[in-house]
């Protein structure tokens, strides 16, 4: 059974701050892992990562993939109000012959307060 | 945790047939159902909530007759793609809300969806 985890659940932190979100996964036939950000509705795709070791930037968000010890942290740099989300993380796996699945983690809620 | 299950997994079809796609929450009663599409390297675009018992409500731009919903029970939501065309080719991601998830949506693994 493929599983995703998230850590930590819940983070409270001030304006200005960095922020480290953790994803561990135990999956068959890894293909990708991403990042979405969820404030009210839909998820909103912030990254995805295939190959390990290789930094993905985008602003102050950042995210890195280790295959090896099957992990992703997603780092936010000088938090503002606005990053205050449920930040996803979810892996595809799956061979190309039977279809694809997507595990989706329990989420980070982050608290970025003024 | 709360575990969300869709069936099938992957599904292929002709042009102008209909594909019945389901998400069921296995452990929890889901009083709201969300029905999402996601395209590669993309955000999940929300597609409707469902709601046990009474009618979905899409939003902007979701047909709703060719996006058929229903919310029988409390564990189960199905979405029927009505007259699928190969545009509607995506991958169909289910999430249900309820006890004892309370606010957390949980995701269901995705249906991906080849219309020929």
């Known amino acids: 059974e493929d599983k995703v985890v998230q850590s930590p659940l819940s983070l409270v932190v001030h304006e200005g701050d960095t922020v480290t979100l953790n994803c561990s996964y135990e999956v068959t036939n890894f293909r990708s892992l991403l990042w979405y950000k969820q404030e009210k509705k839909a998820p909103t795709f912030l990254f995805m990562l295939?190959?390990?070791?290789i930094e993905k930037k985008s602003g102050r968000l950042s995210s890195i993939l280790d295959k090896k010890e099957l992990f992703s942290i997603l780092n936010i740099t000088a938090t503002q109000t606005g990053d205050s989300a449920v930040y996803l993380c979810a892996v595809e796996a799956g061979l190309t012959t039977s279809g694809s699945r997507l595990t989706f983690g329990e989420g980070t809620q982050l608290t970025v307060n003024p | 945790g709360a575990v969300v299950s869709q069936h099938p997994s992957w599904v292929i079809c002709k042009s102008g047939t209909s594909v019945k796609i389901e998400c069921r929450s296995l452990?929890?009663?889901?009083?709201?159902m969300f029905w999402y599409r996601q395209f590669p390297k993309q955000s999940l675009m929300l597609m409707a909530t469902s709601n046990e018992g009474s009618k979905a409500t899409y939003e902007q731009g979701v047909e709703k007759d060719k996006f058929l919903i229903n919310h029988a029970s409390l564990t189960l939501s199905t979405l029927t793609v009505t007259s699928a065309h190969p545009e509607d080719s995506s991958f169909y991601i289910c999430?249900?809300?309820?006890?004892?998830?309370?606010?957390?949506?949980?995701f269901g693994p995705g249906t991906r969806l080849t219309v020929l």
């Open positions: 999430s249900a809300l309820g006890q004892p998830s309370g606010d957390t949506q949980y």
């Open positions: 452990d929890f009663q889901a009083t709201t």
């Open positions: 295939t190959s390990s070791g």
